[in-house]
């Protein structure tokens, strides 16, 4: 499998048998960190990275991946692109310091341009649209906490389904051939067209893709995955959202409406499971609400793998440089 010089912009972008690889890779580089073997593949390459939103495991696990291979990371978050120059300058300036580029922020189309413009790899560390590399930490953990292959798992994903994870994690399921379920109100259920090629996709790979209003659709999940009401940059409209997914918290009478004492529960964090954050204890002031997406019980919980999904971060995006920039 030879992904050297491609960027990783959607998981639109690769086959099946691409994101396999990746997920072997991750596997590996998990192990080789575990055992403090650490073989160097990017020594002496640098890469950028691009941030217009705010970001802990995204940045951590970028810089902590880049180094434990020997690359040199360089974070930057006040540069010129997009106000005194323009997305294409930019991205033809960085391609001749950088070897790689990462990209956060708001627009699909702007990680696109760095791609066609750098003449290097460019990596989708988070758009409005797309997640790439959180989903793969996520079948990554999947994979590794239920035992099973991949294909034939059914994800239940709860919550704002036509943000960027619920398109992402469509896509990957998609992909690699899981049951996907997306609940959520209608209002917010995924872009028709995007979810009529996954659908199509699904049927090819052994997979399905379905939606509902009901929590009761969770029956038989081995996953349930929720993320925040209100994505950054939408925050005028919590109200909004609290009123549209208050009944779509993931509780324990959610969890146990799966009937598998094994479900898991899956979060890309950060979450207000509780009110120790200054967000969390704005909304109990306005709303009087203790917790949002997620109940502390179930975050909290034997079923959470939330915070191992975290580390898998590092694992995935370390595999995503390595086979993309690495020799």
Excluded at 61 to 71: H, I, K, P, S, T
Excluded at 283 to 297: A, N, P, Q
Aim: aromatic fraction near 8%; include cysteine; proline fraction near 3%.
């Amino acid at each position: 499998m030879n992904l050297h010089g491609r960027s990783f912009l959607t998981l639109l972008d690769y086959s099946p048998e691409e994101i396999r690889y990746l997920l072997d890779l991750s596997l590996q580089l998990k192990r080789e960190k575990q055992e403090r073997n650490f073989p160097m593949r990017l020594k002496n390459r640098n890469v950028v990275l691009l941030f217009d939103k705010t970001s802990t495991r995204t940045r951590c696990a970028f810089e902590v991946a880049a180094l434990d291979e020997g690359a040199h990371a360089t974070f930057l978050s006040n540069s010129q692109m997009g106000k005194k120059e323009s997305i294409e300058d930019t991205a033809k300036v960085l391609g001749r310091f950088y070897d790689g580029i990462e990209y956060r922020g708001f627009s699909q189309t702007l990680v696109e341009d760095l791609a066609r413009f750098s003449g290097v790899p460019v990596w989708n560390g988070l758009t409005d649209r797309y997640h790439p590399t959180q989903v793969l930490a996520d079948l990554m953990t999947i994979e590794e906490h239920t035992g099973r292959p991949l294909s034939g798992t059914k994800l239940v994903y709860v919550g704002d389904a036509r943000n960027n994870m619920g398109n992402s994690l469509m896509i990957g399921s998609a992909k690699m051939g899981l049951r996907f379920t997306a609940i959520a109100p209608k209002a917010l259920w995924p872009d028709e067209s995007l979810a009529a090629e996954m659908q199509k996709l699904a049927e090819a790979t052994g997979g399905t893709i379905s939606f509902s209003e009901s929590t009761d659709a969770a029956a038989g999940a081995d996953a349930v995955y929720t993320d925040v009401w209100v994505s950054m940059g939408e925050e005028a409209h919590f109200a909004e959202r609290i009123a549209l997914l208050e009944p779509y918290r993931v509780d324990m009478e959610l969890m146990q409406k799966t009937g598998n004492p094994d479900a898991l529960f899956l979060h890309c964090l950060p979450s207000f499971h509780d009110r120790n954050t200054s967000v969390g204890k704005e909304i109990f002031e306005k709303f009087g609400l203790r917790e949002m997406e997620v109940s502390d019980e179930v975050f909290r919980s034997r079923h959470s793998v939330v915070f191992d999904e975290a580390e898998n971060r590092m694992h995935t995006i370390k595999a995503v440089m390595v086979a993309t920039l690495g020799e």
